[in-house]
């Protein structure tokens, strides 16, 4: 019932599924692999390559090659120095432990050497054995036969293919050989077999009509026969049989092939390499049909598409490389490929789906920091990541140096995870331009790497910047602004205040130190002219009350020097008398016209007031003006 139950499961399980899980039915039977057919012409000879797992027993135990007669195999020879009496002088064997293969070589054939023979390891008819089928022909040409691959089960399987020059503008192809023909695989047309997509890839080589494949993941169903070829499948052009054997070497690791992550996460992949080949070149690509496009090595190269977002770990231990994406996008959804230049079969390929969602690491996408400030990186985790390791790293072309952390935990016999702070912060006491940068925070769990975040670090200089103008008022303007990082004073000037009210001068201007004292120079000239035609204005009312030279007297004139040439004649008539009629002439007018003497008098030094206090008004607007408050006003009394 057991059984009947199991087979019911298996029955279950989708086609491909079963395929994939469970190798066919001649691997059970024997991993050991060899050619299916082998040609050669009478006289000449065949090399036989049979490939076996390259288990300890299986190095050091016995080979040989059988011929098959009825339900028995007859020792043709062995490597334990057998050789049958017909072959004595034209066969030989040779192991290979380290290629995982051993040979037979057999000369001078004849038609009778045509047959069905075994090669194996251990005893015959123990299972560890191949058939083989050799034909022998009189005539050429003879069938060309297979090129074998015996292929890790879950690595990559790389063939070059070459049909010479003529073959330069022909499609390259690969297919594989099924009931009714062959079925496309791919080909330099970017045609690309839905069931291969993301895992297969075709390079053109150098040398002309020369072109590769590589194809990863190696499963159970992908063992059988492919043709690569130039032209189209059985109508131009040429091609070439391949048959691939697929065996289970239990020490080959088995990477993920399928990753998923969140919009805004990271996601980890796994690449196999040899701490010992340190000449050898890891890649790290995005895949396209015909080629990759490279991301990043170990040579110190990152894409500028993917600065600060992928870093490679190398870890010797295990013999991994862990590749790290972060700041994830839908747009990252595809196929990416680990590609060294030695280690062919190790290279592999993982397909990445990115969904929306949230990452669990918090931190801020980018920092500002002055130089020579304090700044901290803080990054806050959930109660998932409470036990692993966490860690800060500064990211570089190189990798993601660890720099030391301090994780902001609650101690205590009662602390749970709900109750810690769940944050590591990375500190700067003083920063500095070369701290500038993208820094990653990450947690480890048992050595592995897990979930990151990025941040960047942008570090900006300190450069003492004043302003270019004083603060003043809106009714106050600048006719031409200072240097340019000097700072204006604060003071203010009161709009409409005399040219007096102000003691202080405002600036260093060199127009303002020239045009100040030459507007004070002319205000005081000006001053000075209005005293003067003020004091002739008086003077001339004097005069005009009376003529007689005792009512007038010398002193209140000033010297010729204040008056010139014809004051003086002036002067001189003013002195004579008159001698004849009457003595004297009154000087008394009548009441009335001494009022309109008065009046006179009054009006003509309310008038000169005015024009006094109007001149100066105006002299002092002028002198603002032209000093723009640089230099300070003069005190002027009438």
């Not at 297979?146 to 503008?169: I, M, N, Q, R």
């Not at 072109?211 to 499948?233: K, N, P, V």
């Not at 030695?342 to 690491?361: C, R, W, Y």
Request: aromatic share 10%; proline share 5%; net charge negative.
């Amino acid at each position: 019932m057991a059984l009947l139950a199991l087979i019911f499961l298996l029955a279950l399980l989708p086609a491909g599924s079963a395929k994939s899980r469970y190798p066919p039915k001649s691997t059970i039977l024997s991993p050991v692999f060899g050619p299916r057919q082998v040609y050669g012409l009478v006289g000449g000879s065949v090399t036989v390559k049979c490939f076996y797992p390259p288990t300890t027993v299986n190095k050091h135990d016995r080979k040989y090659w059988c011929r098959q007669s009825g339900g028995s195999c007859m020792t043709v020879v062995s490597t334990s120095g057998y050789v049958a009496s017909g072959f004595k002088g034209r066969i030989s064997i040779t192991d290979h432990p380290g290629a995982e293969n051993f040979q037979i070589n057999i000369s001078s054939l004849t038609l009778a050497d045509a047959g069905t023979y075994q090669c194996g390891v251990g005893g015959n008819g123990r299972g560890l054995s191949y058939k083989v089928t050799l034909s022998v022909s009189q005539d050429p040409p003879i069938p060309e036969a297979a090129e074998l691959f015996y292929v890790k089960l879950h690595s990559t399987w790389t063939v070059t293919c070459s049909f010479g020059p003529d073959s330069v503008y022909l499609k390259k192809y690969l297919c594989k050989m099924e009931e009714g023909g062959c079925r496309s695989i791919i080909d330099n047309y970017e045609q690309v077999n839905e069931n291969y997509i993301g895992r297969v890839l075709l390079s053109l080589e150098r040398s002309p009509g020369s072109f590769s494949i590589m194809m990863t993941q190696m499963d159970w169903e992908d063992a059988g026969l492919y043709r690569c070829g130039a032209g189209e499948y059985g109508e131009i052009g040429s091609s070439k049989e391949l048959d691939v054997f697929i065996y289970d070497d239990k020490n080959f690791p088995q990477l993920k092939s399928k990753v998923i992550g969140k919009t805004g996460s990271s996601a980890t992949f796994e690449c196999l390499y040899d701490p010992l080949k340190r000449s050898s070149t890891r890649v790290w690509a995005k895949w396209k049909p015909n080629g990759y496009s490279r991301i990043i090595d170990n040579t110190d190269f990152v894409s500028p598409l993917y600065e600060g977002r992928v870093a490679m770990f190398e870890n010797p231990d295990n013999k991994t490389v862990t590749v790290i994406l972060n700041q994830l996008t839908l747009k990252d959804t595809a196929y990416y490929w680990c590609i060294s230049n030695e280690l062919k079969d190790q290279q592999s390929s993982a397909e990445l789906t990115v969904v929306e969602g949230e990452p669990q690491l918090k931190a801020e996408k980018e920092v500002v920091a002055q130089v020579g400030t304090r700044a901290s990186l803080t990054c806050s985790y959930p109660c998932t990541y409470y036990s692993y390791e966490k860690y800060w790293c500064k990211w570089s072309t190189s990798g993601c140096s660890m720099m030391p952390v301090s994780e902001q935990e609650q101690l205590g016999s009662e602390v749970t995870c709900s109750t810690a702070k769940r944050t590591v912060v990375l500190s700067f006491d003083s920063v500095t331009e070369d701290d500038d940068g993208w820094y990653w925070c990450g947690v480890k769990d048992k050595g592995l790497f897990g979930e990151t975040i990025a941040v960047k670090l942008t570090v900006t200089s300190v450069h003492a910047e004043s302003s270019d103008h004083a603060e003043l008022p809106n009714h106050v303007e600048l006719p031409n602004p200072g240097p340019r990082g000097r700072a204006y004073s604060d003071s203010e000037v009161r709009s409409g205040a005399a040219p007096e009210s102000s003691d202080q001068g405002h600036g260093s201007n060199t127009l303002a130190l020239v045009l100040g004292p030459i507007g004070a120079l002319l205000l005081v000239i000006a001053t000075a002219l209005a005293i003067v035609k003020y004091r002739q204005i008086k003077r001339s009312d004097l005069v005009s009350i009376g003529s007689y030279r005792t009512n007038i007297s010398m002193s209140d004139f000033e010297s010729v020097k204040d008056y010139g040439a014809s004051n003086s004649a002036c002067v001189k008539e003013s002195q004579e008398t008159a001698i004849g009629g009457d003595e004297f002439v009154t000087t008394t007018d009548t009441s009335e016209s001494a009022v309109e003497a008065k009046k006179a008098k009054r009006s003509s030094k309310e008038d000169a007031d005015l024009a006094y206090s109007t001149f100066l008004l105006t002299s002092g607007s002028i002198a603002q003006g032209s000093s723009s408050g640089d230099s300070p006003a003069q005190d002027v009394s009438p």
